[in-house]
């Protein structure tokens, strides 16, 4: 698992323009319950860029921004918000109808409600492809046919005549999939896509969404809590804490060297990397607290916290010797060497 | 599927036995003796004493029971008491009536209250919603009977456009319809408010299930949503509660035919209840029950036929 090296920018030829370009995007649920606070994010054409962080850390909702389909009291702001060239902010309902599909599909957390139980398959896959002017169906079904043959689903004409209830979570995954692939999207958005599955399933479910990547070219944007799959399938890694992107690496360096004191705490407390003997399994104390309550959100809970972290608002530095590897903390950015990291 | 609607029936069989049980025990309870009542205050003992004979009154209360079972059995319903005609003659009689009253009402609320709630979920949390709703709650709140005099007041008598009494004539199409238009217009009217309240709420629920938001992730037009995806799931959920509302109006006409003189068969229930009349009593409401019963069993399979889960799991 050798991610392509796309960092740092100055030591490559000159970048393809990102799929997804955000500068300082912000999302409240009414005027003031911030969900999402000032994000910087840039996902390059063909790149798997995961969001890790707690429940109630903001990334579904970052995830659902992307195509708009926050309820209608979340209010949205930032300087950019670039989705395969169409600035989200300025997008009215019909731009951003556009948008949902070809720029970017979304695949959901549980594949057994993610579609209608009292519609077949065939009827859902036709449905979604409405923008296909097909008079006859048969285009469409040759093709709504030939992407489920290519997620790997057995028999995928007698699928279209099925029922979801009469397949398996995984396999309605894959149908969810190759739901989002009839659409060519630049940006394949999968917001905990293993979380409803077990782990075989999870297993085939990674693999197939990294050789889409590789066949189809996609950008992909995954979010998860859980950093066996983030380790799994990701180039670079954001992790969120109370809205905020509080660190930001390639996978190596996020799993290898964690600076930000919340991300290495999320991997203490990761059931898979528990040494054994543990009694219990440890937690991070409190609570997320409500996104910029504090000028450091995670200060409530930090082991490591000094009187600055309160005073002043952490600055995004460079950190680590890992290119691109930034880091929101006062202890990180300011500390000479690295703390002791971990191996995935 | 067939084995599905045989435990239906065998259920509903038990019901309609059960039903015969708690009348029978009412007609021995309820205060009063069915001589007296029947044959007036002034009767000879010797009357008394012959019209016993004549019901059955005179033997154990569970050979009296045990009878009705077995003619019940035959689908005898017995004679009235006083035309001496059987009484499953005089229920059929009546049924019509009745049955045309229930479907027409029931027809054009299903219809107006399914447009208005699919209206007022299009336009969910806006004013035409609110208009929508105070409507509905209101149409619900007046009494059929009030619906049925102000509706016999302002266009039978003051305008005079549509008859105000009866039923129209046997053989008169025309006439039984136009007939039917007040009557079905008093009892549908709370009816629409109902239904379109509840297709609301089914509506929204429906419109938040995860399918929707994959629906909208691909830019799928509302209207297809609405329309295909959420209404169908609406109705199945809606399905079994339309039913009982069906086999209710059956009988819950009662006022409908008062107010309009119409022959049916709450009417003849009630006037049977009033005069001790028990084998006509038994019958009218061993055949709403039926009607009951059978509406709950279509809507059952109607259902079931629709959810495709349902549909294998049978």
Same mark, same amino acid.
Request: charged share 20%; proline share 15%.
């Given at each position: 698992m050798k991610p392509p090296s796309?960092?740092?920018? +100055?030591?490559?030829p000159p970048l393809p323009a990102p799929v997804l370009d955000m500068r300082h995007v912000s999302v409240s649920y &009414?005027?003031?319950?911030?969900?999402?606070?000032g994000v910087d994010l840039t996902i390059r054409p063909r790149e798997i860029v995961g969001i890790i962080g707690e429940s109630g850390s903001g990334k579904s909702t970052l995830a659902h921004s992307v195509l708009g389909?926050?309820?209608? #009291?979340a209010r949205m702001s930032g300087t950019r918000f670039n989705l395969a060239g169409t600035d989200i902010l300025k997008a009215d309902r019909t731009a951003l109808a556009a948008l949902r599909g070809p720029a970017a599909a979304m695949i959901f957390q549980n594949p057994m409600t993610?579609? +209608?139980?009292?519609?077949t398959l065939g009827r859902q896959l036709t449905d979604l492809l409405?923008?296909?002017?097909?008079? +006859?169906g048969a285009q469409k079904r040759a093709r709504i046919v030939a992407a489920l043959a290519e997620v790997g689903i057995p028999d995928p004409v007698g699928r279209?005549?099925?029922?979801?209830?009469?397949?398996s979570g995984g396999m309605l995954q894959r149908v969810a999939i190759a739901a989002a692939l009839l659409m060519q999207p630049a940006l394949l958005i999968a917001d905990?896509? #293993? #979380?409803?599955?077990?782990v075989t399933m999870e297993a085939q479910i990674l693999h197939l969404m990294r050789s889409l990547r590789e066949r189809a070219g996609v950008s992909i944007l995954i979010i998860s809590h859980h950093l066996g799959v983030i380790a799994e399938i990701c180039d670079r890694v954001a992790v969120m804490y109370a809205g905020r992107i509080v660190e930001e690496g390639t996978v190596e360096a996020i799993f290898?060297?964690?600076?930000?004191p919340y991300t290495q705490a999320l991997f203490a407390c990761e059931p898979a990397l528990v040494p054994t003997g543990m009694r219990r399994l440890p937690v991070i104390a409190g609570e997320v607290p409500r996104? &910029?309550? +504090?000028?450091?959100?995670f200060a409530s809970r930090c082991?490591?916290?000094?009187?600055?972290c309160v005073e002043q608002a952490p600055p995004w530095t460079r950190s680590g010797e890992f290119p691109g590897h930034h880091v929101r903390c006062h202890g990180s950015a300011l500390s000479g060497s690295p703390p002791s990291g971990r191996t995935p | 599927m067939p084995g599905f609607i045989l435990r239906r029936t065998a259920i509903a069989l038990a019901i309609l036995l059960l039903v015969a049980l708690l009348l029978f025990a009412m007609m021995h309870m309820i205060p009063g003796d069915p001589t007296v009542v029947a =044959?007036?205050?002034?009767?000879t003992p010797e009357m008394r004493e012959a019209f016993r004979a004549m019901m059955g009154l005179d033997r154990p209360v569970l050979d009296q029971l045990g009878l009705l079972l077995v003619r019940l059995a035959q689908g005898d319903l017995g004679l009235d008491v006083?035309?001496?005609? @059987?009484v499953l003659t005089m229920v059929l009689e009546v049924l019509p009536y009745t049955v045309a009253l229930a479907l027409a009402s029931f027809v054009w609320a299903l219809a107006l209250g399914l447009v208005l709630g699919c209206v007022a979920v299009v336009h969910h949390g806006k004013w035409g919603d609110w208009l929508i709703g105070a409507v509905s709650v209101s149409f619900v709140a007046v009494p059929s009977f009030v619906v049925a005099l102000y509706s016999l007041l302002i266009?039978?008598?003051? =305008?005079?456009? =549509?008859?105000?009494?009866?039923?129209?004539? @046997?053989?008169?199409i025309g006439a039984q319809l136009r007939a039917l238009i007040l009557p079905s217009f008093a009892v549908g009217l709370g009816w629409v408010g109902y239904i379109s309240r509840l297709v609301r709420a089914a509506m929204i629920e429906a419109m938040s299930e995860d399918y929707v938001r994959t629906l909208r992730a691909y830019g799928v037009g509302e209207g297809r949503i609405i329309y295909r995806y959420a209404l169908k799931q609406a109705l199945l959920a809606i399905l079994s509660v339309i039913a009982i509302g069906f086999g209710s109006l059956l009988t819950g006409s009662i006022f409908a035919e008062i107010v309009f003189t119409r022959p049916g068969l709450g009417k003849m229930t009630y006037d049977a209840v009033i005069s001790r009349n028990f084998p006509l009593v038994m019958g009218t409401v061993l055949v709403t029950s039926a009607l009951y019963v059978t509406c709950m069993i279509l809507a059952d399979v109607v259902s079931a036929w629709l959810d495709p889960r349902v549909r294998s799991a049978i």
């Open positions: 796309l960092e740092p920018p +100055s030591a490559e &009414g005027a003031h319950v911030p969900a999402v606070l389909l926050l309820p209608k #009291t993610a579609f +209608s139980p009292i519609h409405w923008r296909d002017r097909d008079p +006859s279209l005549d099925a029922f979801p209830f009469q397949l905990e896509p #293993t #979380t409803a599955l077990d290898r060297a964690p600076r930000h996104p &910029g309550a +504090s000028l450091c959100d082991a490591v916290k000094a009187a600055r | =044959l007036g205050p002034r009767s006083w035309s001496r005609r @059987p266009f039978a008598v003051w =305008l005079n456009w =549509l008859p105000a009494i009866g039923a129209g004539e @046997p053989g008169d």
